[in-house]
């Protein structure tokens, strides 16, 4: 009600009611003074309030996103400012996703043991990086979860990887690329970093994982050639053949006889495979090698090494091609592995991600077209010549070819107990791993 029409209203209730209009006059000014103060003071308080929740619209964005991707209604939006912790005022976390590149040899695989000194990982010199750049607590480097930490892929003993992607809560303190890398070793690298929804789970949110295998081609040489080294040159007949076969795996099979964890009744030894083929061989300090690429939802501990490995042992000639039909069915096959050196994670895909968030004017999509020639730079630096180094030097793939002749491929093997857990007892992190070769 507009003030001069209340004012009235209060005169016309002192006349109805018989009283003195003077009197209700004088009550009803001080009356409406009071109302006023109370009203610019709530009008006041309103204010604060809006401009407090106009200063944080990215915090209530990404808090939205994060109700949205659960499957839930936004009921409250948290609107804090700088955080303070230990009596220090720290800037904001926020949920990111980093790019990261590394030379896995030295390491036992990606994923941190904490509280295990013996077994040094990727993640061990992570944390320590983010804890002395300021970006996240040190207490976070305990309790992973305090940071909401998630990695995409879970690679194994000296494996690699050109485009891993992790998840986390970090403090968005200035030049924190360089700060982190500061703190880390010259053969990891963050190479970029995007912010990302407040539920956004880097393992959960994946759709596919392409790796790459880079071998040495004397490994597809026939076991019945002379040449067994450095000298040897991959043909195009073999090479074609090598296409030929890969291109078995393509579509969804059950791959249970290409991990120990899985039986051939349990429905996750099911996977689907987009694509897989061998590219052009190159030649490296005097040796020729070729890079196979796979690309797949997810993969089964060790699947990716047995679907190589079988491939070798079938051009090489211990194995033949029917082989492959027999590994679909339920019977044990014994499938070589081969070595983990030439494995490397080139990149993980986030097509629904990005479909749904990535042009939403708030988020970015998580492409990483802008860090391509840094992913190109450190594989040239870091990931190829450790491999070429090792292999001229341990010769891991020239003595595994060696043990091929070991493998009875046309019987089947007793079937270990672990091979009979079902689903129930699948690897959370659904893919190739620690101890296998993706996640």
Avoid at 10 to 38: I, K, Q, T, V
Avoid at 193 to 211: E, H, M, P
Avoid at 234 to 250: D, F, H
Wanted: aromatic share 8%; glycine share 8%; with cysteine.
């Amino acid at each position: 009600m507009p003030f001069l029409a209340w004012l009235r209203s209060g005169r016309l209730a002192a006349h109805s009611l018989g009283r003195p209009a003077g009197g209700w006059r004088l009550n009803g000014m001080a009356s409406c003074f009071a109302m006023a103060e109370e009203l610019r003071t709530m009008a006041g308080n309103q204010a604060k309030r809006l401009k407090s929740s106009c200063s944080n619209i990215e915090e209530a964005a990404e808090e939205v996103g994060k109700q949205e991707e659960n499957g839930h209604e936004t009921k409250r939006i948290k609107t804090s400012g700088e955080e303070v912790e230990d009596g220090v005022k720290r800037f904001p976390k926020r949920k990111v996703v980093m790019l990261m590149a590394y030379s896995g040899k030295g390491y036992h695989g990606m994923q941190r043991n904490v509280g295990n000194a013996q077994f040094k990982t990727i993640e061990d010199d992570l944390v320590t990086a983010l804890i002395r750049s300021g970006c996240i607590p040190e207490n976070h480097g305990e309790d992973m979860k305090k940071m909401s930490f998630q990695r995409c892929a879970r690679t194994d003993k000296g494996v690699s990887a050109a485009g891993q992607i992790v998840s986390l809560k970090v403090w968005l303190i200035d030049d924190i690329l360089e700060k982190i890398n500061h703190h880390l070793p010259p053969h990891i690298r963050i190479l970029g970093l995007k912010r990302v929804t407040g539920g956004f789970n880097s393992k959960n949110k994946c759709d596919a994982r392409t790796y790459s295998y880079m071998l040495p081609t004397f490994a597809l040489a026939h076991k019945d050639c002379d040449l067994q080294d450095d000298t040897y040159r991959l043909s195009t007949k073999t090479l074609e053949t090598v296409n030929s076969l890969l291109a078995c795996y393509k579509g969804t099979h059950n791959f249970h006889n290409f991990t120990s964890q899985k039986g051939p009744k349990d429905p996750s030894a099911k996977r689907y495979i987009m694509e897989m083929y061998c590219e052009e061989p190159f030649v490296r300090e005097g040796m020729e090698f070729a890079v196979i690429k796979v690309k797949g939802q997810s993969f089964m501990m060790h699947q990716i090494r047995k679907m190589i490995g079988l491939v070798i042992a079938i051009v090489k000639g211990f194995a033949s091609e029917a082989i492959m039909e027999r590994c679909w069915g339920e019977e044990k096959v014994d499938v070589p592995k081969a070595p983990g050196l030439g494995l490397v994670l080139e990149r993980v895909h986030f097509e629904k991600y990005n479909k749904r968030f990535g042009n939403d004017g708030l988020h970015e999509a998580l492409e990483w077209v802008e860090e391509e020639e840094k992913i190109a730079a450190f594989k040239e630096q870091h990931i190829y010549p450790t491999i070429i180094s090792t292999e001229k030097e341990e010769k891991s793939m020239g003595c595994w070819v060696e043990t091929l002749s070991n493998h009875d491929f046309n019987s089947t093997v007793s079937r270990a107990p672990v091979d009979n857990r079902d689903s129930k007892s699948d690897d959370p992190e659904g893919s190739d791993g620690c101890g296998d070769d993706s996640d």
